[in-house]
């Protein structure tokens, strides 16, 4: 198992332009979160997604969007790249949780991203 | 390269002794709490978790010591290796989401 994957590594951007960051996992998680990870802070969580089909905002959503068309892939997507949104970016999954147990998170090795 | 460790608490110390790692969270209706580690360069992986019913849990060289009273969880690392240097994160779960709330995060550096 590949566990989860993410796509670019790293990607220099021009204020304005747009991209798409890809996350694979091959767990058959129901989960799939999406965080951003900047110096000197922990993970803040932009969107996450609870099943195929399905997206929900998380702590810092704004000038992000994503799309879960299939199980194993989430889609994170910068329509209009600010200096801001440049960090590191990480991906997980996890099985489905419940109130009665914590499934862990597992994560991918993150997408470098600046913006000029 | 830049690092995520910048800025963030750190403790240093020798190999072979035991390290504690300390996170104060907010949230009293927190009902788990979760430790991960990352090293450099990569994603955070799990090391442990801890049940808000519970006030300890072990692993391998690795305890998790929770005190709801004063919103307090610990990490103890015992016999610590120079592979344990990595950054920490104390992480939160409740208040009616599944979903973990990281902490800043502790940078421990072992030397040899």
């Known amino acids: 198992n590949a566990g989860v994957t993410q796509t670019p590594k790293f990607r220099v951007l021009k204020t304005g332009q747009s991209m798409t960051l890809l996350c694979a996992q091959d767990?058959?998680?129901?989960?799939m979160y999406w965080y951003r990870q900047d110096p000197g802070m922990g993970l803040r969580l932009i969107h996450y997604?609870?099943?195929?089909?399905?997206?929900a905002k998380g702590e810092v959503p704004d000038g992000y969007n994503v799309s879960r068309l299939k199980k194993q892939n989430f889609l994170l997507g910068l329509e209009s790249a600010a200096p801001s949104q440049t960090s590191v970016y990480f991906c997980?999954?996890?099985?489905?949780?419940?109130?009665?147990?914590?499934?862990?998170?597992?994560f991918g090795p993150g997408t470098r991203l600046t913006v000029l | 390269g830049e690092s995520v460790g910048l800025h963030l608490p750190t403790l240093s110390v020798q190999e072979g002794d035991n390290s504690i790692i300390n996170c104060a969270y907010s949230?009293?209706?927190?009902?788990?709490f979760i430790w991960y580690k990352q090293e450099s360069g990569k994603g955070p992986q799990f090391i442990i978790d801890?049940?808000?019913?519970?006030d300890k849990r072990q692993g391998q060289r690795v305890t998790v010591l929770l005190n709801k009273t004063v919103k307090h969880l610990s990490l103890q690392i015992a016999a610590t290796q120079p592979g344990d240097s990595a950054v920490y994160f104390c992480?939160?779960?409740?208040?009616?989401?599944?979903?973990?709330?990281f902490g800043r995060g502790t940078s421990l550096i072992v030397h040899p």
């Open positions: 997604s609870v099943g195929e089909g399905t997206t």
């Open positions: 801890i049940r808000s019913n519970m």
């Open positions: 767990m058959n998680h129901e989960y």
């Open positions: 949230n009293s209706a927190s009902d788990y």
């Open positions: 992480a939160e779960r409740g208040g009616g989401s599944y979903i973990p709330t």
């Open positions: 997980a999954s996890s099985q489905q949780d419940s109130w009665t147990a914590y499934n862990e998170q597992f």
